[in-house]
Nanobody
Framework: QVQLVESGGGLVQAGGSLRLSCAAS????????MGWFRQAPGKEREFVAS????????YYADSVKGRFTISRDNAKKTVYLQMNSLKPEDTAVYYC??????????????WGQGTQVTVSS
């Protein structure tokens, strides 16, 4: 079992930066790929970024490529999402998830409770 807790969300102006963290409990954190998803009001939850178990492979949605960076520290059981050049359209609840590497939401078995990111124009 893996439990995930996100932190680091908040209100930021367009062009600013935020760093999200996701702390995991459980002994098997390093066995899972980790991902970040987001859900804006009235929209479906969408893929943002994924990182494999070792941190050697990363994959991004086109909408965030070049602005967001996913990373992980297996010793700390934590995954990060560094978000730069934020835009109002990045406003959403951000969720971290543990599962199979890639963008398919149904391949992620474990989910956090989410953290709100609001980008003002």
């Amino acid at each position: 079992q893996v439990q995930l807790v996100e932190s680091g969300g908040g209100l930021v102006q367009a062009g600013g930066s935020l760093r999200l963290s996701c702390a995991a409990s459980g002994r098997t954190f390093s066995s899972y790929a980790m991902g970040w998803f987001r859900q804006a009001p009235g929209k479906e939850r969408e893929f943002v970024a994924s990182i494999d178990w070792s941190g050697g492979r990363t994959y991004y949605a086109d909408s965030v490529k070049g602005r967001f960076t996913i990373s992980r520290d297996n010793a700390k059981k934590t995954v990060y999402l560094q978000m730069n050049s934020l835009k109002p359209e990045d406003t959403a609840v951000y969720y971290c998830a543990g599962g199979i590497y890639g963008s398919v939401r149904s391949n992620y078995r474990y989910w956090g409770q989410g953290t709100q990111v609001t980008v003002s124009s």
